[in-house]
C-alpha cells in the first residue's frame, strides 16, 4: 500500500470552536464569581462601617482656639478637622455597598468639635467631651451622627 505523504488532513474546525467557546464560558463565569465576592465584601466593609445614631449638633462658627489649632485629615473630596481624638477613615459605595460609586466616612473616638469642609462648604458639628461621631460625605454633604462602630480595626 503506498502512502500520499502529500494529503493533508481536513482542520477539526468544530473542536477548536467548541473548545473556544468552553474556554469563553469559563471566563465568563469566573468574572462573575469574582464580581459577587467583590460586591459582597463591599456591602460587608459599609455594614461595618455604618453606625445609626442621633444627629450630631450643630456647630457655632467661632474661630478655632490658636492655642489649640485643629487636627485636619483630607479624605477623598472632604477636610475633617476636629479639637482633638483618633481619627479612622474609609470610602464605602453608595446604598449599603452594593453601588461602585464610593464617598467617605470618618469615626472619631472623641472629636469634641467637627469642621467638615467639602466643595458645597463648610458643616461645623459640636459633640460633648466624650461622645464619639461618625461622618457621612456623601454627594459632598456632611452627615454626623453621634457614635462609632466597634466592628472598624
Not at 469566573?30 to 461595618?48: G, H, S, V, W
Not at 450630631?56 to 483630607?74: E, K, N
Amino acid at each position: 500500500m503506498a502512502l500520499d505523504y502529500g494529503a493533508r488532513r481536513r482542520p477539526r474546525r468544530g473542536a477548536l470552536i467548541i473548545s473556544g467557546a468552553a474556554l469563553g464560558v469559563a471566563a465568563i463565569g469566573a468574572l462573575i464569581l469574582i464580581t459577587l465576592n467583590d460586591r459582597k465584601a463591599r456591602i460587608a466593609e459599609a455594614k461595618a462601617w455604618t453606625v445609626s445614631g442621633a444627629p450630631c449638633a450643630h456647630g457655632l462658627g467661632a474661630a478655632w482656639d490658636a492655642d489649640a489649632p485643629p487636627q485636619i485629615v483630607d479624605f477623598g473630596k472632604a477636610r475633617f478637622a476636629r479639637a482633638h481624638g483618633a481619627t479612622r477613615c474609609a470610602e464605602i459605595g453608595y446604598d449599603g455597598g452594593r453601588s461602585g460609586d464610593i464617598f467617605p466616612i470618618c469615626q472619631f473616638d472623641h472629636p469634641g468639635r467637627l469642621e467638615i469642609t467639602t466643595d458645597h462648604g463648610a458643616t461645623l458639628f459640636q459633640l460633648g467631651p466624650l461622645d464619639p461621631a461618625t461622618v457621612f460625605v456623601e454627594h459632598g454633604v456632611a452627615r454626623c451622627v453621634v457614635g462609632r462602630s466597634q466592628d472598624v480595626d
